[in-house]
């Protein structure tokens, strides 16, 4: 499990990625690997999780597929992961 606070960020896409090598705790920087994720959205049918700001998600690929479940909180929300079978 997570925690996550909430709000989303963003940034245009040409944007320049400002220098982390002096920040603390970081010891080298590399380009990002590519990595696809599929994530299938699950809700009922009259959207009764969306309304409870609940989300419940089927991913495939990348390092974490499985299902996760992020539930709201007073100051984020929480994420419950549960991983896919293996084989």
């Known amino acids: 499990a997570d ?3 909430g709000g989303v960020l963003g940034v245009e896409e040409h944007a320049p990625m400002p220098d982390l090598a002096g920040l603390p705790g970081v010891a080298s920087l590399a380009p990002a690997e590519g990595t696809e994720v599929d994530a299938t959205y699950v809700d009922t049918a009259d959207l009764a999780l969306a309304e409870a700001r609940i989300t419940l998600s089927r991913r495939t ?9 992020e539930l709201p909180t007073h100051d984020g929300r929480h994420a419950e992961r ?3 079978p293996q084989g």
């Open 3 to 5: 925690h996550r606070g």
């Open 61 to 69: 690929g990348g390092a974490e597929p499985g299902w996760l479940l």
């Open 82 to 84: 549960q991983p896919a």
